[in-house]
DNA sequence: GGTAGACCTGGACGC
DNA sequence: GCGTCCAGGTCTACC
C-alpha cells in the first residue's frame, strides 16, 4: 500500500537522506541515483515491513511492502513523519541563513532537516556508534546488531529491522561483544536496552519534553557511553541545536576556518558559532566548508 | 574543574 | 602474513 505525506516546505528528500551519514546505516539503504529511501521497520504489534519513501508533489510517497490495517496505517504515518521530519518550520533559521554566505544556500537546497531513526533508542546506539571510531566502524557495528539481534523482514529474511531494546536487553555483554564487535561500547549498549526495555528510562518521552535543552542535555550526558559530543548530536535530532557536537572533524574545520590551521580546542569551536544562539548546532552542521575541500 | 590513561577495533604501514 | 602504530569520544581515577 502506498501513503502520501505533505512536507513543511521548502522539502527535499535527498537533502533530508544526506543531511548526515544515518542513511548509510542499517536498516537504512539510501538508493541516490533512484532517490529512494528504504527503512525496514518494527510496528507496535512486532510486524516487520518495509517502508521505500519517493519524493511526491508536496512532500513524500511512502509504500510500505504488504497491507496495513488503519491503526499500523497510523504508525507508518507518524515515524515517516519523525523520521523526515516532515512538519519542520525552519522559517527563523532560513532568516538568519540569509545573511551568511556560508549558509546563504540552505533554504535553496532545503537543507536543516536531519534525517532520524523512528526511535531515540535506535538514534542514541548509533549515536554511541559513531563514538571513538572511523565511520566505517560504525557501518559495520550497526549491520552488525541489526543482523544478529534484529527481527527479520518476512518477504527478505536476509534484512532485518533495528533490534528493540528487549530483546537486546535478553543478551550478555560477551555476546555482544562477540557478535557485533562493539568492543568497549558493548557494556554502554547492554545497559542502555536494559534501562529502556526496563521501563527505568523513558527516551521516547525526551522527544515532546518541554524541559529546556540544558536540562535535556544533562540527562543525555547521564546515559553511559554518551559525553558532550554523543549528547549534543542527540539533542540535533531531537530538534535542539542549542549545543555543538564537537568532534575532532569539527576543531578541525574550524581550525581551518578562523585560525589559519593552527590547533584548536571546543572553546574556539563554541566561540565560531556563539552568535548563532539557539541556532548553531544547524549553522555548525550546514555551514559550506567546501572551500577547504578544494585547497 | 581539569587532566592522564585506559578502553577496542580496523586500517595503514613497514618488514 | 605478521607486528606495530594510530585515530576516534568517553569513562574513571587522581590531583
Redesign the pocket.
Known amino acids: 500500500m502506498e501513503l502520501f505525506l505533505t512536507a513543511h516546505p521548502p522539502f527535499s528528500l535527498p537533502a533530508v537522506a544526506e543531511s548526515h551519514g544515518w542513511a548509510a546505516l542499517a536498516p537504512f539503504a539510501w538508493d541516490e541515483e533512484a532517490g529512494v529511501l528504504a527503512y525496514v521497520a518494527h510496528l507496535d504489534a512486532g510486524r516487520v515491513v518495509e517502508m521505500c519513501v519517493r519524493k511526491a508533489p508536496d512532500g513524500v510517497r511512502v509504500e510500505v511492502d504488504d497491507d496495513l490495517n488503519a491503526d499500523e496505517e497510523a504508525q507508518v504515518t507518524h515515524q515517516a513523519t519523525w523520521m523526515l521530519d516532515l512538519d519542520h518550520d525552519l522559517t527563523p533559521f532560513y532568516a538568519l541563513a540569509r545573511e551568511e554566505p556560508r549558509l546563504a544556500q540552505v533554504e535553496a537546497q532545503a537543507k536543516g532537516r536531519l534525517l532520524r531513526s523512528p526511535t531515540l533508542f535506535e538514534d542514541t546506539v548509533k549515536?554511541?556508534l559513531?563514538?571513538?571510531?572511523?565511520w566505517?566502524?560504525t557501518i559495520?557495528m550497526a549491520s552488525a546488531l541489526v543482523a544478529q539481534f534484529g527481527d527479520p523482514l518476512p518477504g527478505d529474511p536476509a534484512r532485518h529491522a533495528f533490534p528493540r531494546p528487549e530483546r537486546l536487553a535478553a543478551s550478555d555483554e560477551e555476546t555482544l561483544?562477540a557478535e557485533t564487535?562493539?568492543?568497549?561500547?558493548?557494556p554502554?549498549v547492554l545497559g542502555l536496552a536494559r534501562s529502556v526495555a526496563s521501563g527505568d528510562l523513558d527516551l521516547e518521552a525526551f522527544k515532546s519534553s518541554d524541559l529546556p535543552a540544558g536540562q535535556l542535555y544533562k540527562e543525555l550526558?547521564a546515559?553511559?557511553?554518551?559525553?558532550?559530543?554523543?549528547?549534543a548530536?542527540l539533542l540535533m535530532l531531537l530538534g535542539r541545536y542549542d549545543f555543538l557536537p564537537i568532534?575532532?572533524?569539527?576543531k578541525?574545520a574550524v581550525s581551518r576556518e578562523w585560525h589559519g590551521g593552527e590547533p584548536v580546542g571546543a572553546a574556539e569551536v563554541e566561540a565560531a558559532f556563539a552568535c548563532w544562539g539557539e541556532w548553531k548546532g544547524l549553522a555548525f552542521w550546514f555551514w559550506d566548508w567546501s572551500p577547504w575541500d578544494e585547497a
Open positions: 549515536t554511541i559513531t563514538t571513538n571510531t572511523a566505517s566502524g559495520r561483544r564487535r562493539l568492543g568497549y561500547r558493548a554502554y550526558l546515559i553511559k557511553g554518551v559525553g558532550g559530543y554523543a549528547a548530536h568532534d575532532s572533524w569539527a578541525t
